[in-house]
């Protein structure tokens, strides 16, 4: 989900199916499915808020029981990739933004049905709803060269340079 989505949710946005993205981009809303750790995790944070008796409808919120901005989210972010170290603590270094791990998940879950043309046709229609995209165009903006789909394409033409058909 986008940072703008996340900061967006409010208490009740959770439920059995997943998370209840009212305020997407361009206004549009979905629902957005999530694994079972997810759903563990949020729980857990729920359990936490709680007991900070947070007040209002927010979701994710500081101490003052607001939802943060997202410059302090991504103050955040950097703030623990550079604890985590997989980001310089020299200051304007380049390193992992939040937006990057939308870029990821994308790349990552296109991995996944990699040896399956139709899986991936499917897969990408899927993709670019679960992301909120608007058209399946936005959506190929997201994918970037990996070792695995660099290796998937290359055998797939070679295969057709077999066969006569490249």
């Given amino acids: 989900m986008r940072v703008s989505e996340a900061l967006a949710l409010q208490a009740g946005d959770i439920g059995s199916d997943g998370l209840i993205i009212r305020k997407g981009k361009f206004g549009k809303s979905r629902l957005l499915p999530i694994h079972a750790s997810t759903r563990t995790a949020l729980a857990k944070y729920t359990a936490i808020r709680q007991r900070q008796d ?20 991504h103050a955040v972010f950097v703030q623990i990739a550079r604890n985590l170290g997989i980001r310089p603590h020299v200051l304007r270094s380049p390193g992992p933004r939040l937006h990057d791990l939308r870029h990821c998940f994308a790349v990552r879950s296109l991995e996944g049905c990699l040896h399956d043309r139709q899986a991936v046709a499917h897969h990408m ?37 077999a066969e006569g058909r490249a």
């Fill in 125 to 161: 229609a899927g993709l670019s709803t679960y992301l909120g995209h608007a058209s399946m165009a936005h959506t190929y903006w997201y994918l970037e060269a990996t070792p695995v789909l660099m290796h998937s394409i290359a055998a797939a033409g070679e295969h057709l340079f």
């Fill in 54 to 73: 947070a007040e209002g409808a927010d979701f994710f919120v500081l101490g003052s029981g607001k939802a943060p901005s997202k410059v302090r989210a």
